[in-house]
């Protein structure tokens, strides 16, 4: 299945898989994301703590469930300091209004992390 980019753009959650870096099996997470483009971007509160990040370095051969589709990615910390800030304002945007918390801490602090989605340029 293919994602539809702009249906999937408001949905709450998607559904990372990662592949454990000990184990090797499939290591599923809900997380909450924001799209640009073909770019999924979601912000790690554990930084490189985390254990999905922590896999995501070994084998940045991902796969993205949102709404019951599927779509196969490559993740990676993102470093570009321009792609850091877009990356925390499109996920604290899209989950301030949301969240009865202020998220204004966990948006400046957390981890951004992109999965380039492999998506043909026909949807």
Not at 43 to 52: I, M
């Amino acid at each position: 299945m293919i994602i539809d980019l702009l249906s999937a753009a408001d949905e709450d959650f998607c559904y990372l898989t990662t592949i454990g870096r000990v184990s090797g099996r499939p290591h599923e997470i809900e997380i909450w994301f924001a799209l640009d483009g073909h770019t999924l971007y979601m912000l790690a509160g554990a930084g490189t703590n985390a254990d999905w990040v922590k896999n995501l370095q070994r084998n940045p051969q991902v796969s993205v469930r949102i709404a019951g589709s599927v779509c196969a990615g490559a993740a990676r910390i993102v470093a570009d300091a321009a792609e850091d800030a877009l990356a925390r304002r499109l996920v604290v945007e899209k989950y301030q209004p949301r969240d009865s918390d202020d998220l204004t801490d966990w948006g400046r602090t957390a981890l951004p992390v992109a999965v380039e989605l492999a998506i043909s340029s026909e949807t």
